[in-house]
């Protein structure tokens, strides 16, 4: 990059001081402060739920099963928002399976809240 020039962060074009600044959703769900939840960063980290490796996205998925007392919201929010990678409401969304499964459920409840 040259100085001064745009840069892009998470696919975004930034200019100048705002391309110092870590990406942050703006819409962030009303659980997502809460210390509950098992993904929650540890040292500013959620290395099992945004890994590439498998077995590390199984282990984070079954957490979220196990534990979570916001699956349910965290599934509805992360498909609302278009998120197809990484584990959300204890599914692997980047797999096709995993995604039918998800937008299955979130059809039911909508079906059920209409």
């Known amino acids: 990059m040259t100085r001064g020039g745009p840069m892009h962060l998470h696919g975004r074009r930034l200019l100048g001081v705002e391309a110092l600044q870590p990406y942050v959703p703006m819409d962030r ?3 997502y402060t809460d210390s509950r939840r ?5 040292n500013g980290k959620s290395a099992l739920w945004t890994s590439s490796e498998t077995t590390d996205l199984n282990v984070a998925a079954e957490l979220c099963r196990r534990r979570c007392p916001f699956v ?4 509805v929010w992360a498909l609302e928002q278009g998120e197809r990678h990484h584990v959300w409401g204890g599914l692997i969304l980047s797999r096709s ?13 909508q079906q059920v809240a209409a």
């Open 97 to 109: 399976a995993d995604r039918t499964k998800a937008e299955r459920l979130v059809e039911a409840r």
């Open 72 to 75: 349910r919201e965290c599934l």
């Open 29 to 31: 769900p009303e659980f």
């Open 38 to 42: 098992p993904c929650a960063p540890v």
